[in-house]
């Protein structure tokens, strides 16, 4: 082979790795782990003093309180975060297949937001990344 066809060569390799690392690809989307929790069940429905028909209930609801302690676990544990602070899940969010709803969390003294994906009538849901 002649110098210039290993020149040629070279220069091409070359020039494919740079290119090869300043991909214009997209970073992957963060991951989202799934968590299983179990819902509570709201009251069941009561009837009226008057001898009404029973009031309707929202149905099942996801516990708050443990719903919190379970994206702060995901976020430590999963995600591996440091310093995450206080997780507020709103209250009576119910247990409905495809519903989303969005958790606020403190990450290192910021201010994230967390989406929640229920994922089955059962109390699954997904933990999507902080944003």
Avoid: H, W
């Amino acid at each position: 082979m002649s110098r210039r066809a290993v020149a040629t060569v070279v220069m091409c390799c070359a020039a494919f790795a740079g290119l090869a690392a300043c991909s214009d690809a997209p970073a992957p989307a963060p991951a989202t782990k799934t968590v299983t929790a179990t819902p509570t069940t709201s009251a069941s429905s009561s009837s009226s003093a008057s001898g009404g028909s029973p009031s309707s209930a929202p149905g099942r609801v996801f516990d708050p309180r443990t719903m919190q302690a379970d994206v702060r676990k995901i976020l430590t544990e999963t995600y591996q975060l440091g310093e995450v602070g206080d997780v507020l899940c709103p209250a009576n969010q119910t247990v409905k297949d495809g519903s989303t709803f969005s958790c606020t969390v403190q990450v290192g003294g910021e201010g994230k937001t967390v989406t929640i994906t229920v994922t089955g009538e059962d109390g699954r849901y997904e933990v999507g990344a902080p944003a």
